[in-house]
């Protein structure tokens, strides 16, 4: 979340127009004329989020971002700058800055700057609690979380290749966790922070801006160049680029991109000077590459040139008792996060070790999230997952089903209704509902229905006395 901005510049109107525009967002600003009073204003304030000048008379922007750096490194820093010294605000990139922006600018692009540092936050505020308390184990090796022989195998390779320049190839299904494979990697290779990280999902950006994206463009190399651009490579000079989901890469672009992986060297679109890089390379894919080799999607030798140090990530399923660990970690942090106290009872990890997990780690996370949010705890338990995996596991032992409760009074369920899908069902609407005060466009997000869908099974249980009662009973004095 953004809620406050740093805004450092000497120019009054600039600091004035920055400061209006992220006021229309609802945000705090505090300004700063100097290089200097920006420091003094670090010492004691916190912010998410900063634009700073690179160039101001004594303390440049350059000096400020080293001092972010140290003290604040969880800050995100935007360099303003104007187009001659595009070249410092690319070195400030490399050294840690969040992005940069060209003078002048409008208001749009400063909202589009916010609204991406707001994501990118979002993103690394799981992905530093997955490297700390998932991944992190705070010992040495900073092992993925897991005893199973497959991950120890992984985190093996890891220490192995990490402080190595060898090309990194990571496969698995989706949601195994390649890319927070990757970044560890990087980590491990960077001990002290210094070394650019870029990542790039090539499944997201459209097959005629691939090139762009990746080596970058001079102004007017195409309808729309409207200045020059900066690659991922060029940003990842000294560093590391993760090419996320590689196997999304048609045939005419594998050409380009074996040719900057076998000499580190490219031209931007529309330039025709040679720009040399030191690049350490991860690539991940869930597609299998030998077959798209096989059927002329993949080019052999592009394959051979990734292929350098392979890591398979198996998938969850497959992992014997690791998705029972996971689960216990991101229950742990959803109850910080909402100041509750939650934990799995059995019942909860029979159910989470007999399912097949095909959204893998990233399903995991989904479920257990939703759940943190509908149950008050502290026992969360099988009668509380999604009726659809409830009904794709073994039935649990009679002596772990008859510990689960109801969600409402706290009496026993017998064990003959544990597993009646209706009766589960009714009980989670009820217990959504009953978060929500009845506001079913609430409950409806909740429990990942659609309005229509709710409202249908509510009429459902009207037309069933039997179901209605009971659930005039659960919802007490809710108007349903």
């Not at 909202?111 to 992905?127: F, M, Y």
């Not at 529309?270 to 999607?297: C, F, M, P, Q």
């Not at 009845?438 to 009207?462: C, H, I, M």
Request: charged share 30%; net charge negative; with cysteine.
């Amino acid at each position: 979340m953004i809620d406050r901005i740093l805004v450092v510049d000497d120019e009054f109107l600039i600091r004035q127009l920055l400061e209006e525009t992220a006021a229309r967002r609802g945000l705090e600003v505090v300004t700063a004329g100097s290089g200097e009073e920006a420091v003094d204003i670090l010492e004691t304030q916190e912010f998410q989020m900063a634009f700073v000048d690179m160039k101001m008379s004594r303390m440049t922007g350059m000096d400020v971002l080293k001092f972010v750096r140290k003290k604040c490194p969880a800050m995100l820093m935007v360099i303003m700058t104007a187009y001659g010294t595009i070249d410092t605000a690319i070195e400030a990139m490399k050294i840690g800055a969040f992005d940069f922006i060209i003078k002048p600018f409008s208001p749009d692009q400063m909202d589009i700057l916010i609204e991406k540092g707001r994501l990118w936050l979002q993103l690394h505020e799981r992905d530093n609690y997955f490297r700390e308390e998932i991944t992190g184990v705070a010992d040495v090796s900073h092992r993925a979380i897991g005893d199973s022989p497959q991950m120890c195998e992984v985190n093996r390779l890891i220490r192995r290749v990490a402080p190595t320049d060898a090309t990194v190839l990571l496969t698995g299904e989706s949601g195994t966790g390649k890319e927070l494979i990757a970044s560890e990697i990087h980590r491990l290779s960077d001990p002290d922070g210094n070394k650019p990280y870029i990542r790039m999902n090539c499944a997201a950006v459209p097959e005629n801006l691939l090139e762009s994206e990746l080596f970058g463009h001079e102004k007017g190399a195409f309808t729309g160049a409207v200045e020059r651009r900066v690659g991922r490579f060029e940003l990842a000079d000294g560093g590391t680029l993760l090419l996320d989901e590689i196997g999304e890469i048609k045939p005419a672009m594998q050409s380009k991109l074996l040719r900057v992986l076998q000499e580190s060297e490219f031209e931007r679109v529309g330039g025709n000077k040679t720009i040399k890089v030191n690049v350490r390379v991860i690539a991940s894919t869930n597609r299998d590459l030998k077959k798209e080799v096989e059927n002329n999607n993949f080019r052999e030798d592009l394959f051979y040139r990734l292929n350098v140090f392979p890591i398979h990530l198996p998938p969850l399923r497959e992992r014997n008792g690791d998705a029972v660990m996971i689960a216990r970690h991101y229950l742990e942090f959803q109850g910080r996060k909402l100041g509750r106290k939650l934990e799995l009872d059995d019942t909860a990890a029979h159910l989470i070790l007999n399912y097949s997990w095909p959204g893998n780690i990233r399903e995991l996370q989904n479920v257990i999230e939703r759940i943190a949010i509908l149950e008050d705890g502290p026992e969360i338990m099988a009668c509380h997952f999604p009726v659809d995996m409830q009904k794709n596991v073994e039935s649990m032992p009679v002596e772990s089903a008859q510990s689960c409760r109801s969600m409402t009074g706290g009496a026993a369920v017998p064990v003959d209704e544990l597993f009646d899908m209706r009766e589960i069902e009714r009980r989670t609407i009820v217990s959504a509902l009953s978060k929500t005060n009845g506001n079913r466009t609430q409950a409806a997000t909740l429990l990942g229905f659609s309005v229509r869908t709710l409202r249908n099974k509510l009429n459902e249980y009207r037309n069933d006395p039997g179901m209605m009662s009971s659930l005039t009973d659960l919802s007490g004095e809710l108007e349903l």
